[in-house]
T-cell receptor
Framework: GEDVEQSLFLSVREGDSSVINCTYT??????LYWYKQEPGAGLQLLTY?????DMKQDQRLTVLLNKKDKHLSLRIADTQTGDSAIYFC???????????FGAGTQVVVTP | DAGVTQSPTHLIKTRGQQVTLRCSPK?????VSWYQQALGQGPQFIFQ???????QRGNFPDRFSGHQFPNYSSELNVNALLLGDSALYLC?????????????FGSGTRLTVV
């Protein structure tokens, strides 16, 4: 099984905020990432956070990191239909950057 | 500026055959990593190439091998294909200090083994 766990599905109304959660198990993780995958496409890096940070904001995206609980979340403000995709949480432990991914959360945005 | 280019986009092979997938990294990137993404799963790390050498390897059998060329492009070879090798194969390129700069992923090659 994977060391990174995510809920599998999230449904949200257009204009609302989405919160996608992730639990990781390795406390030695250096960077934690959020990637987006649309149908038939590769992975798009949305944002990342270094393990010594608690929060990072980038336009509509807010990442929160709770190292004590090994919990990472991604909040998308004002969710749009174009945000419908699968979102992957990933961690890496070294500077070479081998990524350990979760199984992904499918986000469906309804009008 | 072209991103990561993978070929072919789709491929159907028969059990026992061999396959070669190709990847051209993003301009300026010299490190190439390969990931396997089974249906409904997150990507799994296969290996990473830097300076034409395999630098890091995931938990994949020796049937999976690779190569990096002097122009930084890369190939993934899979021998003796099994039905379970059916997946989306993603190539990702980066600078050597990947963790600080992140990957750029290609759109993948969809391999179906019948």
């Amino acid at each position: 099984g994977e060391d990174v766990e995510q809920s599998l599905f999230l449904s949200v109304r257009e204009g609302d905020s989405s919160v996608i959660n992730c639990t990781y198990t390795d406390s030695s993780s250096t960077y934690l990432y959020w990637y987006k995958q649309e149908p038939g496409a590769g992975l798009q890096l949305l944002t990342y956070i270094f393990s010594n940070m608690d929060m990072k904001q980038d336009q509509r995206l807010t990442v929160l990191l709770n190292k004590k609980d090994k919990h990472l979340s991604l909040r998308i403000a004002d969710t749009q239909t174009g945000d419908s995709a699968i979102y992957f949480c990933a961690e890496t432990f070294d500077s070479w950057g081998k990524l350990q991914f979760g199984a992904g959360t499918q986000v469906v945005v309804t009008p | 500026d072209a991103g990561v280019t993978q070929s072919p986009t789709h491929l159907i092979k028969t059990r026992g055959q061999q396959v070669t997938l190709r990847c051209s990294p993003k301009s300026g990137h010299d490190t190439v990593s390969w990931y396997q993404q089974a249906l409904g799963q997150g990507p799994q790390f296969i290996f990473q190439y830097y300076e034409e050498e395999e630098r890091q390897r995931g938990n994949f059998p020796d049937r999976f091998s690779g190569h990096q060329f002097p122009n930084y492009s890369s190939e993934l070879n899979v021998n003796a294909l099994l039905l379970g090798d059916s997946a989306l194969y993603l190539c990702a390129s980066s600078l050597p200090d990947t963790a600080n700069y992140g990957y750029t992923f290609g759109s993948g090659t969809r391999l179906t083994v019948v």
